[in-house]
């Protein structure tokens, strides 16, 4: 038996069952059937006793699944394998008592046959199960390995432009460079940390400490304004580095190329009952008729990392309106 199997209280697996159940009711239908004028009330008959211990069997598996999830993988394995072949026993047995089937010879084959029909489709529902959960299994460590890489690409060039920021204020201003030395510390503590996720707030904070950074090398010349929602659930778990080099986007392709400056709107809020929207304003200079190709590549990082991790569940756009650059995430809460 196998030590992990996926959950069969789904509705795309109790569809299989009833599917799986009305192709054996066919069969025992065309089976049975001597004269094609009762074949209809065969399959009936037969698919009413069939649907029966489908359903009853995934009613059990559903109503003990957190106590199977307790147990070991191979109790659980062999729980799936026997729930079949024992309700189908009882049933036919039930059936056998209350509806007589002209011989005891009659039914003893017609419990026989419906045992023995159980342990072979409840074989084929694990061997199902296996092959499906082990397909999930490879695809989601392929996806997570490709989500790593996509993530340690992005990593460096956020460290890169931090350590220039510091780097820019050591002769000039000291005491400003030893404290943004320290951001820059905590900042790697929380946003280049193994793990491929974290908090919405630690997130946040992550974007509060670049601009941090960004406003000892720019100054005045920086201007964030920040409008967030009361109800953001700072708890909930994001990819990382997801919403930061969207701000570095905009401070580094947009404001530090405007001599003036400009303002940078940060807004998030809850677009819907089940889904969150972030979105990332910035001025653009004049002479900037195409995107610099490092803001492309980290735009369509991210967009490939949405994708893996929420596959058709989130969304980035970017569009140039009024002399503004704007993105906009969309991801589920």
């Known amino acids: 038996m196998p030590a992990d199997l996926p959950d069969l209280c789904t509705p795309s697996s109790i569809l299989l069952l009833v599917l799986v159940g009305t192709v054996v009711a066919l069969i025992f239908a065309l089976a049975g059937t001597a004269n094609p004028e009762s074949f209809w009330l065969n399959f009936g008959l037969s698919m009413l ?65 419906n045992v023995l029909v159980s342990l072979l489709a409840s074989m084929a529902l694990v061997r199902y199960l296996v092959l499906q959960q082990r397909w999930k299994q490879q695809v989601a460590a392929e996806a997570r390995a490709r989500l790593d890489a996509l993530q340690a690409s992005i990593r460096p060039h956020f460290l890169f432009n931090s350590l220039n920021t510091i780097a820019s204020l050591v002769h000039d201003k000291p005491d400003e460079a030893e404290q943004a030395t320290l951001d820059l510390s905590d900042l790697l503590r929380t946003g280049l940390r193994s793990g491929a996720t974290q908090s919405l707030g630690e997130e946040l904070e992550l974007v509060r400490g670049y601009l941090r950074l960004e406003a000892l090398r720019l100054g005045e010349r920086l201007q964030v304004d920040w409008r967030l929602s009361d109800d953001l ?6 990819p990382a580095l997801l919403i930061q080099p969207l701000v570095e986007n905009a401070v580094v392709h947009g404001i530090a190329r405007l001599p003036e400056g400009g303002r940078l709107s940060i807004r998030g809020e809850r677009a819907s009952r089940n889904r969150l929207r972030f979105e990332v304003v910035n001025p653009l200079p004049a002479d900037s008729a195409r995107p610099a190709e490092s803001n492309r590549m980290a735009l369509d990082n991210i967009r490939q990392r949405l994708a893996l991790a929420y596959e058709e569940g989130a969304r980035l756009k970017t569009r140039r309106e009024a002399g503004c650059f704007r993105v906009e995430l969309t991801v589920p809460a």
């Not at 062999?78 to 056998?96: G, R, Y």
């Open 233 to 238: 659930p700072l708890s909930q778990e994001l």
């Open 49 to 113: 006793f069939v649907q029966w211990v489908v359903l009853v069997s995934a009613a059990l598996i559903c109503g003990f699944r957190r106590f199977l999830a307790d147990r070991a993988g191979r109790i659980m394995g062999w729980a799936l394998f026997l729930v079949i072949p024992v309700v189908s026993l009882l049933a036919s047995f039930i059936v056998v008592n209350f509806l007589p089937l002209g011989d005891a010879r009659g039914g003893f084959w017609f419990v026989l046959r």
